[in-house]
């Protein structure tokens, strides 16, 4: 019970980067109204579409989820969690 929290503070995250990677405004999701260019087409859109802390929940998702850091958080948030 006592992990239950920083455990949550780790899957939810990573959970939430894998499933809203595909929402970057050209196929799916918000896109901006307005925009120049490609470039700035996904800045105003990822600015838009997220608050700050969704954005950075999507930020520490993607970091647990990282090559370098995969099994030091998010596999043994996974093994806590089947405890």
């Known amino acids: 019970v006592e992990l239950s929290v920083p455990v949550y503070y780790v899957i939810a995250p990573a ?17 901006a109204a307005k925009y120049g260019d490609l470039d700035d087409m996904y800045k105003k859109t990822r600015a838009e579409g997220f608050g700050p802390e ?28 089947r405890l």
């Open 15 to 31: 959970e939430a980067s894998s499933n809203l990677a595909r929402f970057d405004g050209v196929r799916y999701g918000h896109r």
């Open 54 to 81: 969704v954005k950075r929940r999507i930020l520490v998702g993607t970091y647990v989820l990282s090559h370098g850091y995969y099994d030091a958080y998010y596999l043994k948030a996974q093994q806590v969690r």
